[in-house]
Structures are given as structure tokens and as C-alpha cells.
């Protein structure tokens, strides 16, 4: 592999500034249908945010269909006391005070909803005494009690110690955080409190804790890393045991976020896949449209975790 990413640079404008014009490959169908009317429906009646709707997601109508559909629900409020150069959230120093009806109210969504599989991440809520941990571990209480059948992941902040204590006492199905992207952008994309190196740390934390738990990560691409520091960052992570990785191509939400440097070919994504298998992760999701809460993904981990289930449960011999 060359430390030259194998994409396509957004074209120039005559200023020297670039049209962030999508290739071929990024083009998905508007989101609609039955199914995607009734799960918008009871999000709405329920006072539930999505980071699916929230982070404009492009798998939206992907994810949001059939008989196998999957949510990523955001709790503890829609602002975030953070301010990463790529997140579409609203930011703000203190949050409004977490909704105590939030967790049954996800509880009874997911049973009405009958998901396979949901993802409940969160904004950073530095404002918090315990990050809103315990809020977290909550829902995922409420959800086993409406819905035994649903797998849950909690894509979490960077807690580490007494937070991740807190989160892991509810033993998630899987746990996920990202680093987002290569160390050497971190400065430049996330907010000043993060860091790859605490992303790894909590990652790690994670497994002191709950031992079983699959942990999860992902990485955005597009932004001017090299594919040397792509892989460096793969090795870091796997490294930390991180069982499952996702990487997709970087999306400007809005003129005032960080600009697209270059599209990712999905022969080069495609190539990220490969290179992930062959260093041993469980599972890589590698591709122009993959965000970490991915379809494809959630029901390859929701196996996992069901056969993991199963064994627990078999009896003795």
C-alpha cells in the first residue's frame, strides 16, 4: 500500500475552493416507504431523538425498512458540551437536565418496534457528574424488560473508570467508540478533550470490566490521511482488542463544518476490508456509504452475541 490514498480530490473551483460534488458511488434513494413512516411515527410519540435523523445519515431508508430494522436512539437531550469539527449536533456549555421518563420510554419504543438490534448512543455530556452513565445503563435495563430478544450496543464518550463501571455494570451486548479518525487529525476534527490515545484507553476499559463484551470502533476517511496512517490506526486499534471496525467516507454535513479533502474509491475501501481481516478483526464494514451503525454489521455482531447467549444458556454436561 502507498502513502498516496487511491481517491478522487473534489473539484476546484476558480477561487482555488472546492465543489464538494458527490461521485456516483455516494448517490442514495430518498428514505420512505411503510415501515419508514411508522418507526418516524412512534420515534415521535415516544419524545426520541435518532442520531439517524440527527446526524442526517445517508442509510437512513436502508436501515429504516422491513422486517429487520435497525435505530441507532440518541438519549441525555440532543446538545452536546462538545465541539467536533464533523458532528452535526448543536453545541452548548450546559445541556438541559436528562429526561427521567427517557429510559422506559425507550424501553416500550424498542418492545413496539420489535427490533433486532439497537444502538443507543448519546451527546457528550461533560455537565454531568457521571457523563450520563448511569442514565445509559437505564435504558439498557428498560430494554431488556420489553424487549429480551433485542441485542443493544452503546456507542458511549470517552469514559474510562468510574463511568465505564457504571456503564458496564448493565453489560451491553457490545460496546462501541470511536476514535473517528487517524491520530494525526484528531486536533483538526475532534473537540480539544478527545484524543486517540483516550478513545483506546476506554476501548480497553471497556473489557477490564466486562470481560465478554464485544467492543467496536470506526473511522472516517476523506479528510487528507495517508493509507500508511489508515492502517496505523487499524493496527492501534486491533491492537486494544477491538473486535469490530467500521469505515466509511467522511460527509460535510454543512458549509460550516469541515471540508471533504478527497473521496475514497471503493476499490481503496475495499482494500481497508481486506487488510482488517487479515489483522484479525472479527468484523470490518468498509465502504463509501458505511457509518458506524451499519446494517450489514449490526446483524453479523447480533449473531455473535446470540450464539454467545446460547452457549451461556446451554446446560451443563
Not at 436512539?73 to 469539527?85: A, F, I, K, P, Y
Not at 481481516?277 to 455482531?301: C, I, N, Q, T, W
Request: include cysteine; glycine fraction near 6%; charge should be negative.
Amino acid at each position: 500500500m502507498s502513502d498516496t490514498p487511491k481517491s478522487q480530490p473534489p473539484a476546484p473551483n476558480p477561487d482555488g475552493s472546492t465543489i464538494e460534488r458527490k461521485p456516483s458511488w455516494l448517490k442514495v434513494p430518498l428514505p420512505g416507504g411503510e415501515a419508514y413512516a411508522k418507526l418516524k411515527s412512534l420515534t415521535r410519540g415516544r419524545k426520541l431523538n435518532t442520531v439517524c435523523e440527527e446526524a442526517r445519515c445517508p442509510n437512513i431508508g436502508e436501515c429504516w425498512k422491513g422486517d429487520h430494522a435497525t435505530m441507532t436512539l440518541m438519549v441525555l437531550g440532543d446538545e452536546c458540551t462538545r465541539n467536533c469539527r464533523f458532528c452535526a449536533v448543536r453545541t452548548v456549555a450546559k445541556a438541559a437536565a436528562p429526561d427521567p421518563d427517557e429510559p422506559q420510554n425507550v424501553g416500550v419504543a424498542v418492545g413496539e418496534m420489535n427490533l433486532g438490534y439497537v444502538v443507543i448512543t448519546s451527546v457528550d455530556r461533560d455537565d454531568l457528574h457521571d457523563g450520563g452513565a448511569g442514565h445509559y445503563g437505564e435504558c439498557i435495563t428498560a430494554i431488556r424488560e420489553h424487549s429480551s430478544r433485542t441485542v443493544i450496543e452503546t456507542l458511549i464518550p470517552d469514559y474510562v473508570g468510574d463511568n465505564m463501571r457504571i456503564l458496564m455494570s448493565s453489560a451491553p451486548d457490545v460496546l462501541a467508540h470511536n476514535v473517528e479518525v487517524v491520530p494525526r487529525l484528531q486536533r483538526r476534527m475532534r473537540d480539544s478533550r478527545c484524543s486517540f490515545e483516550q478513545s483506546i484507553e476506554t476501548l480497553k476499559d471497556a473489557k477490564v470490566h466486562h470481560p465478554e463484551v464485544f467492543t467496536k470502533s470506526s473511522l472516517m476517511v476523506g479528510i487528507g490521511e495517508t493509507e500508511e496512517e489508515v492502517r496505523d490506526a487499524m493496527t492501534l486499534l486491533r491492537e486494544a482488542d477491538v473486535d469490530f471496525l467500521t469505515i466509511g467516507q467522511y460527509l460535510r454535513p454543512t458549509p460550516n463544518h469541515a471540508p471533504v479533502k478527497n473521496w475514497v474509491t471503493p476499490e481503496q475501501f475495499l482494500e481497508h476490508e481486506k487488510l482488517g481481516r487479515d489483522m484479525g478483526f472479527s468484523y470490518v464494514a468498509s465502504s463509501p456509504l458505511v457509518r458506524s451503525s451499519y446494517k450489514a454489521g449490526e446483524f453479523f455482531a447480533a449473531r455473535l452475541v446470540r450464539e454467545r447467549r446460547a452457549q451461556s444458556n446451554a446446560p451443563e454436561l
